[in-house]
T-cell receptor
Framework: GAGVSQSPSNKVTEKGKDVELRCDPI?????LYWYRQRLGQGLEFLIY????????KSGLPSDRFSAERTGESVSTLTIQRTQQEDSAVYLC?????????????FGSGTRLTVV | SQQGEEDPQALSIQEGENATMNCSYK?????LQWYRQNSGRGLVHLIL?????REKHSGRLRVTLDTSKKSSSLLITASRAADTASYFC??????????FGTGTKLQVIP
């Protein structure tokens, strides 16, 4: 596609339920990133995928968070047993390769509200 | 951590004035990038400056980088109401993830 697509754009869930967020990167972009942004805060790195290499999961805040990516296409971020502190905008970005000099292309984000 | 910190946290100016935002970071970098975010959604890449560059221009944007002070500034000249947004600096070692700062919230009053 022309840009990075994320779905859903908004998600309201009850505390304790699982949620799955989806990201479609730009076609041909091998690198994909997930960030979290709490209200009024900066971006917090969660996880990074590059091609078929092992993902960098160093930013995942707990074992309730996991992410997958099939090849160089769609990625899903799963949050199990959601807590209120998980409420945030979850942003996905992609780049052509592992170099950062092209700058990130971001999706519009998924706004997650845990009630 | 390479995390940048923007200064000021918030800035309010009149349309037509210039807006200057600053970013400081902690470790050596390969490049520094500035992004804009409207309404808490996706960020838009504005400009990238490499560590061996001191100044870069793009339209009404001017970015400077001082690696000895580990700081950068973003100047928006002749601001417009449409420039109202949050602005983030982001640092990178050149590969893999980019680390974002805390952002400056700019309000341009018509």
């Amino acid at each position: 596609g022309a840009g990075v697509s994320q779905s859903p754009s908004n998600k309201v869930t009850e505390k304790g339920k699982d949620v799955e967020l989806r990201c479609d990167p730009i076609s041909g972009h091998t690198a994909l990133y997930w960030y979290r942004q709490r209200l009024g805060q900066g971006l917090e790195f969660l996880i990074y995928f590059q091609g078929n290499s092992a993902p960098d999961k160093s930013g995942l805040p707990s074992d309730r968070f996991s992410a997958e990516r099939t090849g160089e296409s769609v990625s899903t971020l799963t949050i199990q047993r959601t807590q209120q502190e998980d409420s945030a905008v979850y942003l996905c970005a992609s780049t052509p390769d592992s170099s950062t000099v092209a700058g990130y292309t971001f999706g519009s984000g998924t706004r997650l509200t845990v009630v | 951590s390479q995390q940048g910190e923007e200064d000021p946290q918030a800035l309010s100016i009149q349309e037509g004035e210039n807006a200057t935002m600053n970013c400081s970071y902690k470790t050596s970098i390969n490049n520094l990038q500035w992004y804009r975010q409207n309404s808490g959604r996706g960020l838009v890449h504005l400009i990238l400056i490499r560590s061996n560059e001191r100044e870069k221009h793009s339209g009404r944007l001017r970015v400077t980088l001082d690696t000895s002070k580990k700081s950068s500034s973003l100047l928006i000249t002749a601001s417009r109401a449409a420039d109202t947004a949050s602005y983030f600096c982001a640092t990178s070692g050149g590969y893999q993830k980019v680390t974002f700062g805390t952002g400056t919230k700019l309000q341009v009053i018509p």
